[in-house]
């Protein structure tokens, strides 16, 4: 089995910094890529940062400048650097690996998510 956990949410004020971490263990074969989502109350999940390779990174135009997504390979782990934070930024932020275990398809997983609020 494979398993996505992601870790570093909390409660910060507007300006602040977080830094998320994302995990994935268990039977990977390979990972493909990684990517951060979020999901705030009321509305849909949007994608956040991709990480593909080194020279394929991808931001969403509200987080470009502020976010920066990086990545251990030899860890399997994911990792989300949030600077300058805003109120909207409060959502839920999701993990996702697409990768090949080591006996089925490709496929996505995701993790479980960590709170992210952004409040004075």
């Known amino acids: 089995q494979v398993q996505v956990v992601e870790s570093g949410g909390g409660l910060v004020e507007p300006g602040g910094s977080l830094r998320l971490s994302c995990v994935a263990s268990?039977?990977?074969?390979?990972?493909?890529?990684m990517a951060w989502y979020r999901q705030a109350p009321g509305k849909q999940r949007e994608l956040v940062a991709t990480?593909?390779?080194?020279?394929?990174?991808d931001y969403a135009d509200s987080v470009k400048g502020r976010f920066t997504i990086s990545r251990d390979n030899a860890r399997n782990t994911l990792y989300l650097q949030m600077n300058s934070l805003k109120p909207e930024d409060t959502a839920v932020y999701y993990c996702?690996?697409?990768?090949?275990?080591?006996?089925?398809?490709?496929?996505?997983?995701w993790g479980q998510g960590t709170q992210v609020t952004i409040s004075s």
């Open positions: 996702k690996a697409d990768l090949w275990p080591r006996s089925g398809r490709r496929r996505d997983y």
């Open positions: 268990g039977s990977i074969f390979s990972i493909y890529a």
């Open positions: 990480w593909l390779s080194s020279v394929a990174i």
